[in-house]
């Protein structure tokens, strides 16, 4: 008989690292992962700035002791902007796509193969865009990137920005990932909202999936982490 293994992964939006008082404190996002103890972590609205030589996803990796991999979307005077993957698992390749939509807020899709036990793993992290015609084309292109080549097994993490579980959007990537069962995650002080979700190919490879609330947690960002854990 062979045990199944087990992945803690989570997704969370960190709001730049600014909290419900309004104060920018990389340290208690840091904390908050620390708490949550994930093996991977996806992260979105990173505002990664340089000071003194070292960036704020260093300095996340060295508290929490996660490898780091940027997907940046936008470059600032003092650092670049997007999402990011912290990992306790070996990197083999890194992709980035890009989402953008017109003129709007440029969004990517940042794809990394890890080993886990021997095996090749792939999480992709997004951050998909405000408006209905944004997310549409966004998923369109997001599935299309998915589709092509060896892609399983594959974890798909963000904030997709949808909370219409029956709009086109939702349909296309249950068509594509099976039965979408997230719970709410947004906003932090009362979750009404469903934007944040985990979705796994092949499906059905998720347990235990739920919102990480702590008394930082519940301060730290606009959004709660979503938690799971992920077998083969």
């Known amino acids: 008989m062979t045990c199944k293994r087990e992945l803690r992964i989570a997704t969370w ?6 909290g419900l008082d309004g104060e920018r404190d990389l340290s208690r996002t840091a904390q908050v992962i620390r708490q949550l103890a994930p093996d991977v972590i996806a992260l979105q609205e990173v505002d990664n700035q340089v000071e003194q030589e070292i960036n704020d996803l260093e300095r996340l990796g060295e ?15 003092t650092g670049d902007y997007g999402n990011a993957l912290l990992t306790r698992l070996p990197v083999l390749h890194v992709e980035r796509y890009d989402l953008s939509f017109k003129q709007r807020e440029p969004r ?6 890890q080993d886990w036990h021997g095996k090749e793993l792939q999480v992709a992290i997004t951050h998909l865009g405000l408006r209905p015609g944004e997310r549409r084309c966004q998923v369109r292109r ?26 086109r959007p939702m349909r296309w990537l249950r068509h594509h990932f ?24 092949p499906p059905g490879r998720l347990h235990s999936m739920g919102v990480f609330q702590s008394s ?17």
Do not use: C
């Open 13 to 18: 939006n960190i709001h730049m690292g600014i």
């Open 108 to 113: 990517g899709l940042l794809i990394v193969h």
């Open 178 to 201: 099976g039965s979408v069962s997230s719970p709410r995650t947004f906003p932090t002080r009362l979750p009404l909202f469903r934007l944040d979700h985990i979705l796994t190919d």
């Open 63 to 77: 508290v929490t002791g996660l490898s780091v991999v940027v997907g940046p979307t936008l470059q600032r005077t």
């Open 142 to 167: 997001l599935i299309e990137y998915l589709s092509a080549g060896e892609r399983k097994p594959l974890i798909l993490m963000g904030d997709f920005n949808e909370w219409l579980f029956w709009g």
């Open 216 to 232: 930082l947690s519940r301060i730290a960002s606009d959004h709660l982490p979503l938690v799971a854990t992920y077998s083969d």
